[in-house]
């Protein structure tokens, strides 16, 4: 039976240990607020210092061409470069072009005709990311949609004006129209706007919770095999402390450093938050509800109780740092990939066939209990919490049971 | 068995093919100072290790303070005290923490915090951060550690390893009082001849996972018609060394 003095004690050592390693600290307490902050300013000062460019090309050289050309670059500067040519092949050679519209010879013409359509081309070079050429491609077409509706309205008023009748140019043009979507809560009832926001905010959380299992696999990696191979371990098994114990303060200390990473995780999703509030208006603080958070912090500290418990077996056994590292980046991976899911997948909604062999993956449950708040099937949120927390203890047992002082202290093969 | 705390009768141990124990037997009473001497890989570590009760013996009977050690081992570790060949310390606590994180690991008192720093001699060093003590320095402190609860049974496997002169003195000298003031049953491994000779009351010789010879070190140094301990050992290792 673990003695309570014991066990206080030894964490005692733990803690005063860790906290004296200022590096560590630090790397515990900023990585994760940063990580999320950096992938943002990342993925922006990227696409801003390579922004895409895109040729115009006039081979008409009409008026209505020049004034589709002028509309083209004033919408599209602010956001990508835009060049403007009137000779198609040095476009097409620029390799620093990426997208080509082209205003074929005759445009003109035909955009002011009542009988012949008038096409403009596009040309995107291959090889650029799909999803940012996808962007602008559909950014030229809403500006030719506009510079369309505005020639389609005065060719209807020109018409109106024969026929000697009085008409709604919209109604001719776009004569069936949908109206802009209604949302609606989980219950039927009218959702606001943070309603809208909730499930993409549940993302962030279940992805941020990829940053903290890294943390508690390293703690419990230098815990148990750093013990070893510092030769600090034999004394400690061979005094009353024993086995059973030791494990069960490096997980406790092992869990209180992944959850002081989780709260840093935490603060950082708020400046990431407080960031896109900026840029998006403030409704979005008010998207971030206190039960979610609450529920972000035990799933947080239930994911890490859960790696160090699969870890924990395979860990105490290997021979040393390379292959506890190889071993927990292996478990680290198996969580990082179903929380990546989570921010695509709504694990919710999966068919039981699919949910059912995922779920005896312990992570699967930190995802699915985030995402059934979202949809406020509590029971469902309770049960994931109680599963992963079951597991995580289950799993711990059985690690003090398998293993023993021999196992522990000869995983290193070293005999004299 | 009356008056024996260390019982070793037939002790085998194997890991895979390597056989670190070949069949030991062992007898140490109370107040003895016991040498186990022995080339690198004779078993002295191994059998420190089951007599500890942290290793699990293939075959055989052992008995520390009148129980299995590795069976019971919850009631042995509170008689023995060990202290492993290459056993270090915690860099980032100081010499103060250490003995008083064990002091609570093995529910003891601020007397016996006083009597581990008194061991160790490290005076107003055990205040540092042990990461900036020197290995002789260290080597005191962890000798300390097992001390200090006066262990009925002290293990200790080759407590000078790697130190200096003075240091291995200091060392020698801390054990010697121990053993004297607590009448304790002390079994120390080492190379070391010298210390052997002035610190062991009988000495067994261990080769090839058996314990060959036994003796106090002048019987030992009389048998093999040797001057010294050191002599005695050279040759009766050699003799077998020839044999096998």
Redesign the interface.
């Known amino acids: 039976m673990p003695s309570t003095s014991r066990l206080r004690a030894f964490l005692w050592k733990e803690l005063r240990e860790y906290t004296r390693d200022v590096k560590a600290v630090v790397i515990t307490v900023v990585v994760p607020p940063l990580a999320l902050i950096a992938i943002g300013l990342v993925t922006v000062l990227l696409a801003v210092q390579r922004p895409l460019v895109i040729c115009v090309v006039d081979l008409d050289a009409g008026d209505y061409s020049k004034t589709l050309a002028q509309m083209l670059h004033s919408y599209l500067a602010p956001v990508y470069v835009v060049v403007e040519s009137s000779d198609l092949t040095t476009a097409l050679r620029d390799p620093r072009v990426d997208l080509v519209v082209v205003i074929p010879e005759g445009f003109s013409r035909n955009a002011t005709s009542f009988e012949i359509v008038a096409f403009v081309r596009i040309i995107k070079r291959a090889g650029i990311s799909g999803e940012q050429i996808d962007m602008a491609e559909s950014r030229v077409k809403s500006v030719v949609s506009a510079f369309s509706a505005m020639l389609s309205e005065s060719k209807i008023a020109k018409l109106a004006e024969i026929a000697n009748i009085t008409v709604n140019a919209r109604a001719v043009r776009d004569p069936v129209q949908v109206e802009a979507p209604v949302y609606i809560g989980v219950h039927g009832e009218p959702a606001r706007v943070e309603d809208v926001w909730r499930p993409f905010i549940a993302r962030i959380l279940i992805l941020s919770i990829s940053f903290i299992v890294t943390p508690a696999s390293t703690y419990i990696i230098d815990g148990v095999i750093g013990e070893r191979e510092r030769k600090t371990m034999e004394m400690l098994l061979a005094s009353p402390l024993g086995l059973t114990e030791f494990l069960l303060v490096k997980t406790i200390a092992a869990s209180i450093v992944g959850l002081l990473a989780a709260l840093s995780d935490l603060l950082g999703l708020y400046t990431y938050t407080i960031v896109l509030a900026s840029l998006l208006g403030g409704f979005i603080l008010g998207v971030v509800d206190p039960g979610l958070i609450a529920l972000h912090a035990v799933v947080s500290f239930l994911t890490i109780l859960a790696t160090i418990s699969i870890s924990l077996p395979f860990i105490s056994r290997t021979k040393g740092v390379r292959s506890a590292s190889s071993v927990a980046t292996l478990i680290s991976t198996l969580g990082v990939a179903l929380f990546i899911s989570g921010w695509v997948v709504d694990f919710y909604k999966l068919p039981r066939g699919v949910l059912g062999p995922l779920l005896l993956v312990p992570y699967a449950h930190s995802v699915l209990a985030i995402q059934a708040y979202v949809y406020g099937d509590y029971s469902l949120v309770a049960g994931s919490v109680i599963t992963l927390s079951a597991l995580s203890v289950v799993l711990i047992y059985v690690s003090t049971r398998v293993l023993d002082r021999e196992k522990v202290l000869l995983a290193q093969t070293y005999y004299e | 068995m009356e008056g024996i705390t260390v019982y070793a009768e037939g002790v085998y141990k194997e890991?895979g093919s390597?056989v670190?124990l070949g069949g030991v037997t062992l007898r140490v009473a109370r107040g003895e100072v016991y040498g186990l001497v022995g080339p690198?890989?004779?078993?002295?570590?191994?059998l420190l290790?089951i007599l500890?009760?942290?290793?699990?013996p293939a075959r055989g009977v052992v008995r520390v303070c009148g129980r299995d050690p590795y069976r019971e081992?919850?009631e042995v570790?509170?008689c023995?005290g060990?202290?492993?060949?290459?056993?270090?310390?915690?860099?980032?606590?100081t010499g103060y923490?250490h003995l008083k994180?064990?002091a609570?690991?093995?529910?003891l008192g601020e007397e016996a915090i006083k009597y581990g720093a008194e061991l160790s001699r490290l005076g107003e060093r055990l205040r540092d951060?042990t990461g900036t003590y020197s290995h002789g320095m260290r080597r005191r402190l962890?000798l300390a550690?097992?001390l200090m609860r006066r262990p009925r049974v002290a293990l200790l496997d080759e407590p000078t390893s790697g130190l200096d002169v003075y240091a291995s003195v200091a060392v020698r000298n801390t054990i010697k009082k121990y053993a004297q003031e607590t009448e304790a049953t002390v079994i120390v491994s080492s190379h070391n001849m010298l210390e052997i000779e002035y610190l062991c009351t009988r000495v067994g010789l261990i080769y090839r996972g058996v314990i060959v010879d036994e003796g106090s070190p002048r019987e030992l140094a009389e048998k093999y018609n040797a001057s010294n301990l050191e002599e005695a050992f050279v040759r009766a290792i050699g003799e077998l060394s020839a044999k096998y």
């Open positions: 890991y390597i670190a690198n890989g004779s078993g002295k570590t191994t290790r500890a009760g942290l290793v699990k081992f919850n570790r509170e023995i060990y202290l492993p060949e290459d056993a270090n310390t915690y860099s980032l606590l923490e994180l064990y609570r690991i093995y529910g951060l962890l550690l097992v």
